[in-house]
């Protein structure tokens, strides 16, 4: 059986919209709409997996909706490609979708327009999963970015959603700066098929990355901070992390195609190239920063030294530095807020758990290995589809035996990630993945502890959420494995080839590995001590390099500029404005007659 290309995109939209409309009708007279809006949805998120397989690969490329080219320029083109990276995309991306309908559903405080805004969000979504070319995924994502600051507004405080605005703001300026950079090097069409891998320089994967990185909430690009949250402020539901994640895996995938669209080997990709003069420049201009923080406070503060002491070294070593160098060090800097925060306050694990599954994402396209990268995209799949499973209501048995599920799903992602690591052709790139994932997996097996911890399990209650849980687990890995192989070999370029003899026990060494992990995490998660002081220590950390204070200093800074040397104008044109103007005025002329 062949199937258009078109075909599954159509059916995942039309069965979320049906999902949609169910949880819209009056829970008094139709009782069955839970069940009835899960069901629907679930088929929306497994189409486009079961559809892949049979694609019609002819069409699978899509075409051009509509073109534009300006003079002599490259050419935009709204095309679309269902490959195995928009499947698992969409997958993923209507899973989050649909959590997000069934928590706000669930949530004592909700807007009714958030219903409408996530069924909106989670259809452009589609169309960002399946884009094709750099500028039109750019103006998609615009309009996914400008969805997801309207549905914070209705769940997060003014505060969080105006510092997720900004982010996402300069984030669509530096991918109009990747297209812009592009287009110096003379490319014919913005479509990631058509670009030459000498055209993508790292000038553009630093630009792209940096995008997808704001959109993402890769750390310091966070869109929540925890400290100075007024306690007036909405209730913190998971919405807030889990709202913002179709535009962070989106901008993501964009990175992604952008990536394989080059013969880079990510582990060594280095970063653009500065001049020594440059590199001066930073290191004055850091060492004045770093004095005027000093100079003004008593007793000396530490942060400001250590953050300046860690960006001299940096400058230091910036020709030495790579690509994946930077991002695991951001991914590092994530996990480390995460824990601050919900080490501190548990509950706010699932508002944080959301931008460690993105990390680990980035992770794995750090590590450049087909392993670590198939890791991360069947960690964001299964988290999507645990995420769909918290939003439910469950039985207290059969919650049990879901959330060991989703969690041994999860946590074979990360072990998925951390096998890869060893063909990494870059030793510190291993290193720094190994220190990055060992920390996750110790965050992430803490409170998934502490959740199946809460109440006493008997023996049978465990045996039997094992089995699911390693029955479920291959099931989703024979459900994505088709998507996810070919999204390395098309899209990326790097396909997973024959692992030897021993591939075959790949995949149950990790599942079974997850499985007693999570199994031994619930065991040993009361004998562990108290972790309130770790995360004040983290907290430090997490203060001493925030962004935010230093940007908004240098507004400050630039506003006191601008008002006095608008005030100065001002008393020239008032005192002697006409006298001014009249001698501009004849100088022009002289230059103009100067012959």
């Known amino acids: 059986m062949i199937v258009a290309a078109e075909l599954p995109l159509i059916a995942s939209a039309i069965a979320f919209a049906v999902a949609a409309i169910i949880l819209a009708l009056p829970r008094r007279r139709f009782r069955w709409r839970a069940g009835g809006a899960i069901m629907a949805s679930t088929i929306a998120a497994l189409t486009p997996l079961i559809a892949f397989p049979l694609r019609d690969q002819t069409r699978a490329a899509g075409r051009a909706l509509w073109e534009w080219s300006a003079v002599g320029g490259p050419t935009v083109q709204a095309s679309y490609r269902f490959d195995g990276l928009a499947a698992i995309g969409i997958a993923a991306a209507l899973g989050y979708a649909t959590a997000s309908l069934l928590a ?5 405080r909700r807007h009714q327009l958030l219903p409408a805004i996530v069924l909106a969000n989670g259809l452009v979504a589609i169309a960002l999963a399946v884009s094709d070319d750099l500028v039109a995924a750019t103006v998609v994502l615009g309009v996914v970015a400008a969805l997801t600051a309207f549905a914070q507004l209705l769940v997060a405080p003014a505060s969080a959603t105006a510092r997720l605005v900004g982010f996402y703001a300069l984030g669509m300026h530096a991918f109009v700066v990747a297209a812009l950079l592009l287009s110096r090097t003379g490319a014919a069409a913005f479509a990631f098929g058509d670009l030459r891998p000498t055209a993508i320089s790292p000038g553009v994967v630093l630009a792209t990355s940096l995008g997808a990185a704001l959109f993402a909430g890769l750390y310091p690009f966070v869109p929540w901070r925890y400290e100075g949250e007024p306690e007036s402020a909405p209730e913190r539901e998971p919405l807030r992390g889990i709202l913002a994640m179709p535009a962070g895996l989106g901008a993501t995938l964009v990175l992604i195609r952008l990536l394989g669209a080059s013969d880079i080997e990510l582990a060594t990709l280095a970063l653009p190239q500065a001049p020594n003069e440059v590199r001066v420049a930073g290191i004055a201009l850091v060492v004045a920063v770093v004095l005027a923080f000093v100079g003004r406070r008593r007793p000396i503060p530490i942060a400001p030294l250590v953050v300046g002491a860690t960006l001299l070294v940096a400058i230091g070593l910036y020709p030495d530095l790579h690509w994946s160098h930077a991002v695991l060090v951001a991914a590092l800097l994530s996990v480390i807020y995460a824990a601050a925060v919900s080490l501190a306050v548990p509950e706010q694990w699932e508002v944080v758990r959301y931008d460690v599954t993105l990390a680990a994402l980035w992770i ?10 198939a890791g991360g995209l069947f ?7 645990g995420a769909m499973l918290g939003a439910i209501w469950l039985p207290p048995h059969r919650w049990y035996i879901a959330r060991v599920g989703a969690a041994t799903a999860y946590v074979s992602g990360v072990l998925a990630i951390g096998a890869g690591i060893g063909g990494a052709p870059d030793v510190v790139t291993q290193l720094l993945a190994a220190i990055v994932l060992v920390a996750m997996l110790l965050l992430v097996l803490v409170h998934m502890g502490r959740e199946l911890s809460i109440t006493a399990t008997p023996f049978g209650l465990e045996a039997t959420a094992g089995a699911v849980a390693v029955l479920g687990t291959a099931l989703l890995v024979l459900l994505a494995g088709t998507a996810i192989s070919l999204s390395l070999e098309e899209p990326l370029g790097r396909p997973l080839g024959a692992a030897g003899p021993s591939g075959r026990f790949v995949v149950p060494a990790l599942v079974a590995s997850a499985t007693l992990l999570v199994v031994v995490s619930r065991t040993l998660r009361p004998f562990l001590p108290d972790l309130g002081a770790i995360a004040g220590r983290l907290r430090s950390i997490v203060l001493a390099v ?3 204070p230093g940007v908004l200093s240098s507004f400050r ?7 006095r040397s608008t005030s100065a104008f001002g008393f020239v044109e008032q005192r002697g404005g006409v006298w001014l103007a009249a001698l501009l005025i004849v100088m022009l002329l002289l230059w103009a007659t100067r012959g």
């Open 104 to 108: 706000a559903q669930r949530a004592s």
């Open 364 to 373: 794995g396209l750090a590590i450049g290995t087909p392993l670590s990268v």
């Open 379 to 385: 960690l964001v799949f299964a988290d999507s589809l």
């Open 546 to 548: 925030d962004p935010v």
């Open 557 to 563: 800074l630039l506003e006191s500029a601008a008002t």
